[in-house]
Structure formats: C-alpha cells, structure tokens
C-alpha cells in the first residue's frame, strides 16, 4: 500500500515550500496537485498558501498573475490571499503602489471589507514610493471606518518607520496621545526610534518624560536611545540616571548600554571602570563596543590608567572578543598624548598588525602625537622615528589627512626644525591638499620659535597671495609676536595695517604690544593711528590705567612736537577760529 496526499498534505507541502523562500517548489506542488490522478479542485487554502510562497520569496510580479488569473476564472479568493498578494509588494522594493491600488479596487469589486493588516501593508507600499498623499488617503478611509485602535496605530508606526517617515511616525503617535487610548511601550517605543533616527534628542528625552508620567515602562531599546539622546545633548548625568531607571524597571541594560554609560563616565575612569565590571556579572558576551569605550575613557587620564588599558587589552586578545582598528587607535590615542612613543610604536608593529589590522590615519596621528610629545627623545632620534613612521604609511598605503600633516608639524616645532616643516607645507601643497590655517600656522610658529622672522614674512605674504592655502587673524598675530620680540617695529606696523585692510582683526593684546614697541622708539603719530584702530574695534583701553598713561604721554608729547614745527601764529591742525 502507497501513501496517497489528500489536498491537505498538498496545501501543507506548498505552504512549507513557501515559507522557505522556495516558491518555485511550491509552484511545483501546486501543479502536482492539479495534475494527481485524484484530480483535486484547489481552495481558497491552496491558493493562500500559493500566495504566501510568492509573499515570502518577495517575487511581486508572480503574485500579481497569480491573482488575475484566479479573479479571471471567478475562483473563490478571500482576505488573505489579498494580503499576501499586498505583502509582495511590500517586499519587491519597487514602486508598486499602482498595483497595491489595484488590489484595494479589487477586494472593494468583491464586497469585502479590507482588514487592517491589508490596509497597513498598502501604506508602507506607498510610503516606499514616496507616495505620502495617498499613504495619508488610506489613513484617512481607516479613521473613517472607526478602526484606528492601538493596534493600528503601532502597525501604521512600524510601516512609517521602516521607510523613514519619521515625522509622519510622530504625528501618528501625538494622534494617538490625544485620542485617550492607553498608550503602550510598544508605541512610544516607536516614537523615540523615529525621534532618534531624525536627530531630534530633545523629542526623544521629552518623549521619555511623558512615557514615565503615563506610567509606561520602555523596552531596553528605548532606554538605550534615551542615553545616547542624552549624550548627544551633553547631558551625561541624565544618561547615567537613565541606566538606574532602566535596572529599576528590570529591563536589562545591554553591552551597548553599559558601554553608553561608561561613554557618560568619561571624566570619572574609576566609575567607567565599575561600570565595566558590571557589564561583565551580567553574563552577557561583551562586545567590542564596550572595550572601546572604556579605552576612550583611560586614554583621559594619564599613565595609570593606559597601563590598565594595556593590560585589559592582553586579557581581550587572548579571550575575546576580538580588537577592532577602533581599539588599538583608543589606546593609541592616550599613548600619544603621553608621549609613549615606543610603546605606541610597538603596539602598532608588534599586536595590531600581527592580527591583520593594518593601521589607518588616526593610527599615524597617534604614533606622530606620540613623537611629537616624547621629550627624552633627541633631535636624530626624532627624526628617525618620523620617517620610520613615513615609511610605515606607505607599507599600509595611508594616505595621509589634515590631522597627520599637523601631528608631523607637531614633532618639527619641538624640535626646532624649520627647514622639514616648510618642505612639509609645500609636500601638502604638491598632493594637491589645501593647508589649513592651522597647518600654516604651525609652521609660522616653528619660523618665530627659531627666530627665522625674514622667513616667516615671506611665508606670510606667498601666503596672502596664494588661493590655495589658508589665513587667518592668528597668521599675523603670530607674525606680529615675532616681530615686536626682536623690536621690528617698522615691519610689525606694515603687517598690522596689511590685516586690518584684509578684514582681520588684530587683538587688543597685539596692539598694545605694537603702541609700546612704537613709543619706546618715539613713533608717536604711528602709535596714535594704531590707538585710532583700537577705537574703531571698540577696544575699551581708558580703563587700562598703564595703556591710559602711555595714550596721555604721547599725547603730551605729540602736541610739544606739534608746538615746535608749526609757525608762530598759526592755529593748531583740527581748530575752529571762530570758536577762540
């Protein structure tokens, strides 16, 4: 005796088919099925689980003529045949919102009353075309009929959600605020996502408060989100606060959580340590995540804490989980800062390339810091190192950025060596990178520490006529500080007048600077245009009591000066002759 499949076991096989993904199997057992020597009339059942096959496999074409051809032979065809054909579509990732209208025309032709599963899926169709007129026309039919329940409100949410209509997801839920329905974790879930996701972290912190006011206890998730809005806020007490509510409420804060709040405990390490500790009773695998930000934090705070983020580091890469570029830059960071320069050159060299990272620009930033921090070093070994670490970019074909053009003129100001950061300037220049202010900066200062002040004004100058690379007002500060230390008045007040006339600023420091050095070399007249410049930036100098005095001295004796050259009988310059 052979087994013999009744249309249940076919419907079952095709169902199963189906839900694998696999719809061309289950197009096959829809064949057999029609074609077995039992001759078996398929139902309302085949054709759902059919439907399904072709739902699941995301096939919104096959679907589609599966559905005429059943409307066309006048087959019996119910909700959830036209569900799935509408899930389809959904998941086809095109736009197929003419064909979701057409399913709605459809079951309307046929006396069915849509549900709310198939009137949710046809406004995520037409979200995902970017039909939002007839996203919010479907709405409208549904609030109509009465049906907009919290349950209809949490599926409209997740649609809108999931096609990144984050607004629409708020309004929807501001909706069902008003509307007095008893609102649940699930929905105000979705409103804090939506929030998050548009970057509106005072929304999401105020949707908290009302979740907490409404008495409804968030998911972990939610928690989480609040933290990081927190964050985002520079409010990283309230993060930390968040974190107690959550374990308060029993939810279970997560390795993303924990690794949030020690994120939060960024100027306490003790307190990100402890809450690195607790991450690990939770039982949970740590993720990487959390390690990382736990070096972030230690890489603050100095020799003790990197000697902790050392040893951490051991205990991770002999157990899991497994260093990120992101780890060893974190430690690299604080290594730098510190002026480690060997260590950070043998962590690079020695643990993170060996495990198939290669280092990246902000590892280069971090070993240049390193060099450029590292006092014990000599000028040769500086130097050495520098190009050891050159040549270490071009093994791992770095390409270098902004901050590692700055970290290299860095190490060449505490070195005094002018001459590589000029040449340094010009190889940015040469890769068709446009130095930053910063960067010509860095080599102006090198110029004054050195006393190269010939060089530094033509720097400036080539600069002001170059429109490749940057200036700004501390490009003349600094020339100017150089300048008046070695009493070049003459050129410090050209260079003052050059930046006035380019719209720069010079601070109040710089000119009392300048008036003094032109006083003390009795250039009286050039002294008061620069105290007319201060006047016209609103400097307050009256309350100056040493400026004031050196203003009244010049004055004095400018007038005595004045008093000597003009012819007797002649009015002073600027007086009225009626008025005497």
């Known amino acids: 005796m052979g087994y013999q499949p009744d249309i249940k076991s076919f419907n079952n096989m095709i169902w199963a088919a189906g839900?694998?993904?696999?719809?061309?199997?289950?197009?096959?057992?829809?064949?057999?099925?029609?074609?077995?020597?039992?001759?078996?009339?398929?139902?309302?059942?085949?054709?759902?689980?059919?439907?399904?096959?072709?739902?699941?496999?995301?096939?919104?074409?096959?679907?589609?003529?599966?559905?005429?051809?059943?409307?066309?032979?006048?087959?019996?065809?119910?909700?959830?045949?036209?569900?799935?054909?509408?899930?389809?579509?959904?998941?086809?990732?095109?736009?197929?919102?003419?064909?979701?209208m057409w399913i709605l025309d459809q079951v309307a032709a046929m006396g069915l009353i849509p549900d709310l599963a198939l009137l949710s899926t046809a406004v995520k169709v037409c979200l995902a075309a970017g039909e939002t007129a007839k996203a919010n026309d479907i709405v409208k039919k549904i609030r109509s009929a009465g049906q907009m329940d919290i349950a209809m409100y949490h599926v409209l949410m997740k649609s809108c959600l999931?096609?990144?209509?984050?607004?629409?997801?708020?309004?929807?839920?501001?909706?069902?605020?008003?509307?007095?329905?008893?609102?649940?974790?699930?929905?105000?879930?979705?409103?804090?996502?939506?929030?998050?996701?548009?970057?509106?972290?005072?929304?999401?912190?105020?949707?908290?408060?009302?979740?907490?006011?409404?008495?409804?206890?968030?998911?972990?998730?939610?928690?989480?989100?609040v933290m990081e809005a927190y964050l985002s806020m520079g409010m990283p007490h309230k993060a930390l606060e968040s974190l107690e509510d959550m374990k308060t409420n029993r939810r279970r804060p997560s390795s993303t959580?924990?690794?949030?709040?020690?994120?939060?405990?960024?100027?306490?390490?003790?307190?990100?340590?402890?809450?690195?500790?607790?991450?690990?009773?939770?039982?949970?695998?740590?993720?990487?995540?959390?390690?990382?930000?736990?070096?972030?934090?230690?890489?603050?705070?100095?020799?003790?804490?990197?000697?902790?983020?050392?040893?951490?580091?051991?205990?991770?890469?002999?157990?899991?989980?497994?260093?990120?570029?992101?780890?060893?830059?974190?430690?690299?960071?604080?290594?730098?800062?510190?002026?480690?320069?060997?260590?950070?050159?043998?962590?690079?060299k020695e643990r993170m390339i060996p495990r198939g990272i290669s280092p990246d620009v902000f590892s280069v930033s971090s070993l240049l810091h390193a060099c450029a921090r590292a006092s014990h070093l000599t000028e040769a070994q500086t130097i050495n190192q520098v190009q050891d670490i050159f040549s270490l970019m071009q093994e791992h074909r770095v390409v270098p950025d902004d901050a590692v053009f700055s970290a290299a003129l860095e190490v060449y100001r505490r070195i005094g060596d002018a001459e590589r950061a000029v040449r340094l300037l010009q190889v940015m220049k040469d890769l068709r990178m446009a130095p930053t202010a910063m960067h010509l900066n860095q080599v102006l200062l090198v110029l004054r520490d050195v006393a190269k002040l010939d060089g530094m004004i033509s720097l400036l100058f080539e600069t002001i006529q170059n429109d490749i690379m940057q200036i700004n007002g501390n490009s003349f500060e600094?020339?100017?500080?150089?300048?008046l230390s070695e009493n070049r008045w003459d050129k410090a007040l050209g260079i003052a007048l050059e930046m006035e006339q380019l719209g720069f600023q010079p601070s109040m420091q710089t000119c009392v600077?300048?008036?003094?050095?032109?006083?003390?070399?009795?250039?009286?007249?050039?002294?008061?245009?620069?105290?007319?410049?201060?006047?016209?930036?609103?400097?307050?100098?009256?309350?100056?009591?040493?400026?004031?005095?050196?203003?009244?001295?010049m004055i004095s004796l400018a007038s005595q000066e004045d008093d000597r050259q003009r012819p007797h009988g002649a009015f002073p310059p600027n007086t009225d002759k009626g008025s005497m």
């Not at 983020?309 to 730098?336: C, D, F, K, Q, W």
């Not at 007249?525 to 050196?550: C, I, T």
């Open 257 to 348: 959580s924990y690794s949030l709040a020690i994120d939060a405990s960024r100027d306490d390490p003790s307190l990100a340590w402890k809450y690195f500790k607790e991450a690990q009773t939770t039982g949970q695998a740590l993720s990487t995540g959390i390690f990382n930000s736990l070096f972030k934090t230690f890489s603050r705070h100095g020799e003790q804490y990197i000697r902790h983020s050392l040893e951490v580091l051991r205990v991770m890469e002999a157990h899991g989980p497994p260093p990120s570029a992101i780890t060893y830059n974190s430690i690299l960071h604080g290594l730098g800062e510190n002026g480690r320069s060997h260590e950070a050159w043998v962590l690079v």
């Open 19 to 100: 839900h694998c993904g696999q719809d061309d199997v289950a197009y096959r057992y829809y064949q057999d099925l029609l074609h077995s020597e039992q001759r078996f009339i398929p139902n309302v059942f085949t054709y759902s689980a059919l439907m399904h096959a072709y739902a699941r496999a995301k096939n919104a074409e096959k679907a589609l003529q599966f559905l005429r051809t059943l409307l066309s032979m006048k087959e019996e065809v119910n909700l959830v045949v036209f569900g799935a054909a509408m899930n389809a579509c959904a998941g086809a990732g095109q736009d197929r919102v003419s064909d979701a």
């Open 513 to 553: 600077a300048l008036i003094s050095s032109l006083e003390q070399h009795r250039q009286y007249r050039a002294a008061l245009a620069v105290f007319s410049l201060m006047l016209k930036y609103d400097y307050d100098f009256y309350r100056d009591a040493q400026l004031n005095a050196v203003f009244k001295r």
């Open 162 to 225: 999931a096609t990144k209509h984050y607004a629409t997801v708020l309004e929807l839920f501001e909706e069902a605020h008003q509307s007095l329905a008893r609102l649940d974790s699930g929905v105000y879930s979705l409103a804090i996502s939506a929030a998050f996701e548009a970057n509106h972290h005072s929304t999401v912190v105020g949707l908290f408060a009302q979740a907490k006011a409404d008495e409804v206890v968030l998911t972990e998730e939610s928690f989480t989100r």
């Open 478 to 483: 600094i020339v100017l500080e150089g300048l």
